[in-house]
């Protein structure tokens, strides 16, 4: 059994199966992710206790260092459960909405009255049904991930945020880059694409990277959060 598989054995049937679907990382439609994630959303977050998951914690962390209020407007993108809102919270900040292609875990976010809006969209097919700089900050938690949002999402999104605001993203190192004992989880499409992204922003002058670093996230699964500063 691989690392990455060992802390997956006691989780939901739901769970391992939309991690046998990342690791496939074979074209399937948004509607049947939006399904899988509707039935996992009475789940997810038990399971997500006991993968460690951290990848909330620590970008609320990051979004605490960069922002100079709590009042930021803040939209949290495949937003999920709503365990980046809760975070948010926590530290203070104010005026966070939710998107995400799931009705079901929006239901589920809802219910803890942390949101100020939630929207259900599919990033990629519905677009971002938001105005030209509209956000302070964009975060998306563990929403870059294969079959899920696409990162050639991001550029729609350096629209909506004001310029000066930030997009805080969080991918799963062994997605991009081959790790041991995780190859398997190794997608060569979403590395490519990632790169291709963030290289063409950087060079169209549309984002400037502020930070790029290594954080604790699943169980021996480290993440690399992103903040790319709006120019
Ligand atoms: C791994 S979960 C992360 C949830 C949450 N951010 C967290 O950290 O707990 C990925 C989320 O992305 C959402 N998602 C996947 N594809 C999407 C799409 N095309 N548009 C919007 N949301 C999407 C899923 O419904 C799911 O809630």
Same mark, same amino acid.
Request: hydrophobic letters at 35%.
């Given at each position: ?20 679907? #990342? ?12 399904? *899988? ?13 006991? +993968?460690?998951? =951290? ?32 975070? *948010?919270?926590? +530290? ?13 875990? +929006? ?10 809006? +939630? ?39 350096? =629209? ?5 605001? #930030? ?50 996230? *699943? ?5 690399? #959060? ?6």
């Amino acid at each position: 059994m691989s690392s990455s598989e060992k802390g997956e054995t006691h989780i939901s049937s739901q769970g391992k199966r939309m991690f046998n679907i #990342i690791k496939q990382d074979k074209d399937i439609s948004s509607q049947e992710i939006a399904n *899988l994630y509707d039935d996992w959303a009475t789940s997810f977050e038990k399971d997500n206790v006991k +993968l460690n998951y =951290r990848g909330p914690h620590e970008m609320s962390s990051v979004l605490a260092e960069f922002g100079n209020s709590k009042d930021v407007s803040v939209l949290d993108v495949g937003s999920g459960t709503g365990l980046l809102g809760e975070a *948010l919270k926590a +530290l203070g900040f104010t005026n966070v909405s939710a998107l995400d292609i799931s009705q079901k875990s +929006l239901d589920f976010s809802e219910k803890k009255g942390i949101y100020k809006k +939630l929207f259900c969209v599919d990033v990629g097919t519905d677009g971002m049904p938001f105005n030209d700089n509209e956000f302070d900050v964009l975060a998306c938690c563990g929403g870059i991930v294969p079959n899920h949002i696409s990162p050639v999402a991001i550029e729609e999104w350096t =629209r909506i945020v004001k310029q000066g605001g #930030i997009i805080v993203l969080s991918i799963r190192r062994c997605y991009i880059e081959i790790m041991q004992g995780q190859e398997e989880l190794y997608s060569k499409k979403l590395a490519e694409k990632c790169d291709e992204v963030l290289e063409d922003l950087k060079n169209t002058k549309k984002v400037e990277v502020t930070l790029k670093k290594e954080v604790p996230y *699943l169980e021996n699964s480290p993440a690399v #959060i992103y903040v790319l500063k709006v120019l």
